[in-house]
């Protein structure tokens, strides 16, 4: 097996112990999931420089490197929506995209073609990982926050749950004022970045298909012999 290969198998290995890190409460654990994200998403440039600069680039690593990269996103905004921090509705469009692209390669492959990616993928890419940890920062940030008493920190709430946050300066500390909501209490914030993601997925998606839209629009006029 290569070096890169077996880089992509240390990646998957990885999501479990992140997806535990990321479900356990404390901001230690958040910035140990923040760290493992971080180490994992490395692994995916460097799997695919080592694999391009010494020719060892194989079938199976096209397979196995890509189902990693969905595999970490995924589990980590599924995590997102479970605490509340993401609408469900962002993480079904920008899963609902990657099946789509995915089916396309399919066609595109039984046909003997080879899809190119796009600058927007790899934007894309980048966009996602960048928003996963910047989130994973935020939470960290805030839960370490609201645990170190000296501090001061002072949370006043207007009802059972809170949908946006704002930080003030006062004599014996930092004041957070969260406005009454629905959610996670750092959801504003972190729904915000999940909106950026969203658009950006959109977007990539629509010129995947705007560039490899003859694919299918042969099948849907012509049958298959």
């Known amino acids: 097996m290569t070096t890169a290969n077996k880089i992509t198998l240390a990646r998957i290995a990885m999501i479990p112990f992140f997806v535990v890190f990321a479900l356990l ?4 654990w958040q910035l140990a999931a923040l760290a493992l994200f971080c180490v994992a998403s490395f692994t995916d440039f460097l799997d695919g420089y080592i694999a ?26 599924v995590i997102f929506v479970g605490q509340g921090l993401l609408a469900s509705w962002m993480v079904f469009i920008i899963l ?6 995915t089916s396309l390669r399919n066609v595109a492959a039984a046909k003997g073609q080879v899809m190119a990616a796009a600058w927007s ?29 000296q501090f001061g920190v002072t949370v006043f709430t207007n009802g059972a749950a809170a949908s946006s946050i704002g930080v ?20 504003g914030v972190t ?18 298909m705007k560039r490899n839209w003859d694919l299918v629009a042969e099948g849907a006029t012509r049958p298959k012999k």
């Open 168 to 187: 003030i300066g006062g004599a014996d500390g930092p004041t957070a004022i969260l406005t009454a909501g629905s959610g996670h209490p750092l959801a």
């Open 121 to 149: 993928g790899k934007v894309k890419t980048c966009v996602q990982i960048a928003g996963v940890i910047l989130i994973f920062a935020i939470v960290a940030w805030w839960g370490w926050l609201t645990a170190n008493s």
């Open 96 to 101: 609902a995209r990657e099946f789509i692209i």
């Open 52 to 77: 391009r600069k010494y020719n060892q680039v194989t079938d199976f690593g096209k397979f196995v490197d890509p189902l990693a990269d969905k595999l970490l996103v995924t589990a980590a905004l």
């Open 191 to 208: 729904n915000l970045i999940g909106l950026v993601m969203t658009l950006v997925t959109l977007y990539s998606g629509y010129d995947y």
């Open 25 to 28: 409460e404390g901001w230690q």
